[in-house]
């Protein structure tokens, strides 16, 4: 007996209403139903079915029903609509890569504009300027302006900078050269400080005068279509305080170096308040906090006094130059809350506008001769000459006027007025070669520079970069030349780095030399001591080759290292025996005359005794 005989022997004579769709349906364990069976129950089997679609019906509106009380049992979980949640859910997420592709989209064009930024809710880059009116309200008036000054593109800095400052957000901003910083701060400015007021709003503090007067200039021009009032802080002799104190009262916007401002803060007889001010600018950041521990201090000071005078808590501050230095970072880290970093294309480069070149002229003699030179080779004006220092900046001016050459000079030794007079002159192309120390290195802005020469080496890879970035602005091209001798070898490799790093080429051996940081130290605190520039060096003896010479003799015949000195004495004293030997005849012409006169006051003397 198998299971089939005996499921049928326990089954007899009973129906299996649903049992009947299970043997149909499994015949694993029983046998398939005969076929006979099947029509027996053919009739029932269509009832069940109706039953069981019935019921299945039931079960699925049941369980229908039974899901629906679910959803309202999670429903009430916690007072949270759970299928709402799931939406929300839902949306948030597609919200969310939304964002995430608006983001991509902004950086992907920060990218192409060679725009990095650091900082929290960084807002977009502007695509162009009408993207002002649309998502800042700035005036059309504002807008035009800007265009009319020939602004037709933003430049990357301005991009960024522009919707930082005019979403009230701090910046700390490093672009190139000549790329558009002054504009880049004025236009939110401008915007954000809406109809005039009177009493400085915003303050803007650079480190030179020339500098100073640019950007006041600058904003003159961006502010045609406002009613804003904006003024510099000329000359503060005692005469003018009074008059200069009316004027910020009276202005929306001031330009001044912190020097002057700070002057005339701490006069008794003024009254000036910067309680109002919104913006405190700092262009050339990076200048006014370099120098030796001292000049930072005063800076640093200046600034404090500045800011404390400027006690508003809605004063925001922005810091812009064209190099960024350490000492800015970290002042900016602990006193500018949700900075955002801006900053252009690489940091601390030179611009790529200029090809840079440099000379080694052997020494001072080979300076002038190069110079003459380019002269004759044909110079294209304009062009500015960088010396280091004021009494070089009037000798190499002399040499150069005899030489027939139209060129003027300018330095701190000049007037206010024989400087203002040599800016316009060069600006208009009234003079062609102006020789400047560092005093015109940072910011100024003489449109179509062609050529710059460092006539002596910068002191510092900065310095370096924004001397040469007097050339190559606003998209223009220009050339630089820097010449250089055996003592500015402690800088050499740095600033061929800088030229290296610009897409120029510089020798490879001088991208190896070693570097001596004491020395390049030094030399940034002091310029070396360098031969007079003049005509008449070249029929003197090289000093150099005077000591090469000594060696080579001191080396032939193996002398002590005292025979050594005395013999270089020897050799100083042959050097500089002309003057030793007119020095000498004065000394005793003098002590002749002394005599004489102690011989005569002694006689008088005795013959007064005798009376
Ligand atoms: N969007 C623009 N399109 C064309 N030219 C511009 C634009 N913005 C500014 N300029 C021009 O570019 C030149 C350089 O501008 P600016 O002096 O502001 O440069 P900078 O970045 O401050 O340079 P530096 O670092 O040397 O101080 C100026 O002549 C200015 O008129």
Request: proline share 4%; charged share 30%.
């Amino acid at each position: 007996m198998d299971a089939y005989d005996i499921f049928k022997k326990l089954t007899k004579g009973l129906t299996f209403k649903h049992r009947v769709l299970g043997v149909n349906n499994n015949n694993t364990l029983l046998k398939p139903v005969k076929k006979e069976e099947i029509e027996i129950k053919q009739e029932q089997i269509s009832d069940n079915e109706e039953d069981s679609q019935s019921l299945s019906e039931h079960t699925a509106s049941e369980s229908e029903g039974q899901s629906d009380q679910e959803d309202n049992d999670l429903q009430l979980i916690d007072g949270v609509k759970v299928g709402k949640k799931k939406k929300k859910e839902k949306k948030e997420k597609s919200e969310d890569l939304k964002k995430k592709l608006l983001l991509e989209e902004q950086n992907r064009f920060r990218n192409e504009h060679g725009i990095k930024t650091v900082g929290r809710h960084v807002p977009a880059a502007l695509q162009d300027f009408s993207e002002l009116m649309s998502r800042y309200n700035v005036s059309q008036g504002l807008v035009d302006t800007v265009r009319e000054c020939g602004y037709t593109e933003p430049t990357p800095v301005q991009r960024q900078a522009i919707p930082c400052m005019l979403e009230d957000r701090q910046i700390l901003a490093c672009a190139p050269t000549g790329s558009g910083k002054t504009a880049a701060f004025l236009v939110p400015i401008l915007h954000s400080l809406g109809p005039p007021q009177g009493g400085p709003r915003a303050l803007i503090l650079c480190p030179t005068r020339e500098l100073a007067h640019q950007i006041y200039r600058e904003a003159l021009r961006l502010s045609a279509s406002t009613l804003l009032r904006c003024s510099v802080v000329k000359n503060i002799k005692e005469s003018k305080v009074k008059e200069r104190e009316a004027t910020i009262r009276k202005s929306d916007i001031v330009v001044s170096t912190p020097n002057r401002l700070c002057y005339l803060l701490n006069q008794d007889t003024v009254n000036i308040s910067l309680d109002k001010v919104r913006w405190l600018v700092i262009d050339e950041a990076d200048k006014l906090f370099e120098g030796s521990a001292d000049q930072q201090s005063d800076f640093r000071q200046q600034l404090e006094q500045v800011l404390a005078a400027c006690g508003g808590r809605a004063r925001r501050l922005a810091m812009l130059s064209a190099t960024h230095t350490p000492a800015v970072a970290k002042w900016a880290r602990h006193h500018m809350r949700g900075v955002i970093n801006v900053t252009v294309g690489q940091r601390n480069a030179a611009t790529n506008l200029v090809d840079q070149k440099l000379l080694f002229c052997g020494n001072e003699n080979g300076k002038l001769v190069a110079f003459r030179q380019l002269v004759q080779e044909g110079l294209k004006p304009p062009v500015l000459v960088f010396v280091q220092s004021k009494d070089r900046a009037k000798q190499l001016f002399k040499e150069l006027i005899y030489d027939g050459i139209n060129v003027d000079v300018i330095h701190a030794d000049r007037t206010q007025m024989q400087r203002d007079n040599v800016v316009r002159s060069f600006r208009v192309g009234r003079i062609w070669v102006l020789i400047c120390t560092e005093l015109m290195g940072r910011g100024i802005d003489f449109r179509g520079v062609n050529l710059v020469i460092n006539y002596d080496f910068p002191p510092s890879a900065i310095a370096y970069i924004h001397r040469v970035g007097r050339a190559g602005r606003a998209g223009q091209k220009g050339r630089a030349i820097t010449f250089f001798t055996q003592d500015d070898i402690g800088n050499l490799r740095s600033i061929a780095s800088v030229i290296k790093q610009s897409g120029c080429e510089v020798p490879e051996y001088m991208l190896q030399l070693k570097q001596n940081p004491n020395k390049r130290k030094k030399l940034m605190k002091k310029a070396p001591s360098r031969d007079k520039i003049s005509t008449i060096l070249e029929k003197r003896p090289d000093k150099r080759k005077l000591d090469a010479a000594n060696a080579v003799i001191a080396d032939k015949s193996k002398p002590t290292d005292s025979i050594k000195n005395s013999k270089n004495n020897k050799q100083r004293k042959i050097v500089n025996g002309n003057t030793q030997n007119k020095h000498k005849k004065e000394v005793t012409e003098k002590g002749n005359k002394v005599k004489k006169r102690k011989k005569k006051a002694l006689g008088n003397k005795n013959k007064k005794a005798g009376n």
